[in-house]
């Protein structure tokens, strides 16, 4: 199965326009937003015919396997990928590192790519959110904050705000945040999906303490 005709471009064209390839991405990349993930994988596998060895498409790939938990593809793929501090890479191995679980080691990735794109919302959340499981929950509520200042929708961000904040002790503050959910039941039912998150996230947190002990 091929990408629609708007972006497709036959084997014949060997030097394609630019802005095609920006399409062809773009296309891909609303198939995975839109939860078709193993079709943007399929349309990656036409993009690599007309673009072999693009690095936009190889982190899309890298992101695609990882949103399927094909970590050890995704690891395969990104060990391809060329040495640097380039934003967009520093992204991915952070989601690399974040897919095993390896919050600590991730956040410097992050932070690396912030530095190329710091007004990036969610990768911001991102950062927050590893800094949160690796239990530095004063700096993820510092991050989330600035998420939330860029993206005062973005439901993901104010919830994982809600949480760094239950974790660090502001249990109040992060009442005010879930205040802005206008529905009393979704309220009550999302301040305890937080605060349940919390307990467990907290319990992982001792539980290597329980293993050396």
Request: net charge neutral.
């Amino acid at each position: 199965m091929g990408l629609p005709a708007t972006a497709w471009a036959g084997p014949q064209d060997t030097a394609l326009a630019p802005e095609a390839r920006g399409l062809y991405l773009q296309l891909i990349g609303q198939a995975r937003a839109d939860g078709r993930t193993r079709a943007s994988l399929a349309y990656l596998d036409d993009f690599d015919r007309q673009y072999p060895g693009d690095l936009d498409a190889r982190v899309l790939r890298i992101n695609s396997l990882l949103d399927l938990g094909e970590i050890d593809k995704a690891e395969a793929v990104a060990a391809t990928l060329p040495s640097g501090d380039d934003g967009r890479l520093g992204a991915v191995r952070g989601h690399l590192r974040v897919a095993r679980g390896r919050w600590a080691e991730a956040m410097p990735f992050y932070q690396a790519a912030l530095r190329f794109n710091s007004a990036d919302a969610m990768l911001r959340n991102a950062l927050g959110y590893a800094q949160l499981r690796a239990h530095r929950y004063a700096d993820a509520v510092e991050t989330l904050r600035g998420a939330a200042d860029l993206a005062p929708a973005e439901v993901v961000i104010r919830n994982n705000l809600a949480l760094a904040l239950t974790l660090s002790g502001q249990p109040g503050q992060a009442a005010d945040v879930l205040g802005a959910i206008s529905k009393p039941e979704e309220r009550a039912r999302l301040n305890q999906q937080v605060t349940a998150e919390a307990v467990r996230i907290e319990a992982l947190a001792r539980e290597p303490a329980r293993k050396g002990g």
